[in-house]
C-alpha cells in the first residue's frame, strides 16, 4: 500500500473538520431577488469583490490546492483576502459563478477551516460569513461585505493585513458580545445592517 503524503493527509483533515466547524451565518435578507439588490449596488462580480478581478497569483493557487472537494468551489477564482494571527481568509466563487464564498483556514498543526457561500443577490444584500471553531480550541466568525460598504466603524481594532482587507471582517473567539451596527453604503441611501455574534464557546 502507498505512503500518503503528508499533502494528502492534510487534505484529507480540512475535509474532515469541514462539515463538523464551519457554521455558515444567515444573511438578513431571504430569497433577494436581482431588482431588488440592483437598487442597492450593482450584481457584477468585481464591483461586489474587487479581489476576483485580479490574475490569480501563486500565493492564492497554492491556497487552492490545499482546499478539499467538498468546500465546493472553483479553485481556478480563489483570491486571498488577507491573514492574521488566527488564519488565513480568501473568497471564491461557485455554480458557475452565480455564489460567493468566504473560506477560512485556521493556522496551526492539525488546524481547521471552512466555507461558507451564498448568491450573487444575497451577497450585494447582506454579505456572506462563516464560523469555525477548532474542537475545544480557537474559534472565529468572519464576514465578507460587499465592497460598496463602509466598513470603517466595525475594523478600528482589526489586525488583519493583506491587499483587500477593507471589506473583511474577522471576529475571534474573545469578541464582545452581539450588537448592531449600521454601515453607509457608497452609491446608496440604504443602509448595512452588520450584527456582531456573541463570543463563541463550546464544539459546533
Not at 481547521?112 to 460569513?129: D, I, M, N, P, Y
Not at 460598496?148 to 474573545?174: C, E, R, W
Request: aromatic share 4%.
Amino acid at each position: 500500500m502507498a505512503k500518503k503524503t503528508s499533502k494528502e493527509k492534510t487534505m484529507k483533515r480540512f475535509s474532515k473538520v469541514l462539515s463538523l466547524a464551519c457554521v455558515p451565518v444567515a444573511g438578513l435578507a431571504i430569497g433577494a431577488s436581482p431588482a431588488m439588490a440592483q437598487q442597492i449596488t450593482s450584481l457584477d462580480t468585481p464591483v461586489l469583490v474587487p479581489a476576483l478581478a485580479f490574475p490569480q497569483g501563486l500565493q492564492d493557487k497554492e491556497i487552492a490546492r490545499s482546499i478539499p472537494g467538498q468546500a465546493a468551489v472553483d479553485p481556478a477564482s480563489l483570491r486571498l483576502l488577507g491573514e492574521d494571527t488566527n488564519g488565513k481568509y480568501s473568497v471564491a466563487q461557485a455554480e458557475g459563478g452565480t455564489q460567493i464564498c468566504i473560506i477560512v483556514q485556521l493556522r496551526g498543526v492539525g488546524s481547521v477551516g471552512g466555507s461558507s457561500c451564498t448568491t450573487k443577490e444575497q451577497f450585494a444584500l447582506s454579505g456572506v460569513r462563516v464560523g469555525v471553531q477548532e474542537n475545544g480550541g480557537r474559534a472565529v466568525v468572519t464576514h465578507l461585505l460587499p465592497a460598496d460598504v463602509d466598513a470603517t466603524p466595525i475594523k478600528a481594532n482589526s489586525n488583519l493585513t493583506g491587499k483587500f482587507v477593507s471589506n473583511l471582517v474577522v471576529q475571534p473567539n474573545a469578541s464582545p458580545g452581539s450588537g448592531q451596527v449600521e454601515l453607509d453604503r457608497l452609491k446608496s441611501s440604504a443602509k448595512f445592517n452588520y450584527s456582531a455574534l456573541p463570543a463563541l464557546h463550546g464544539s459546533w
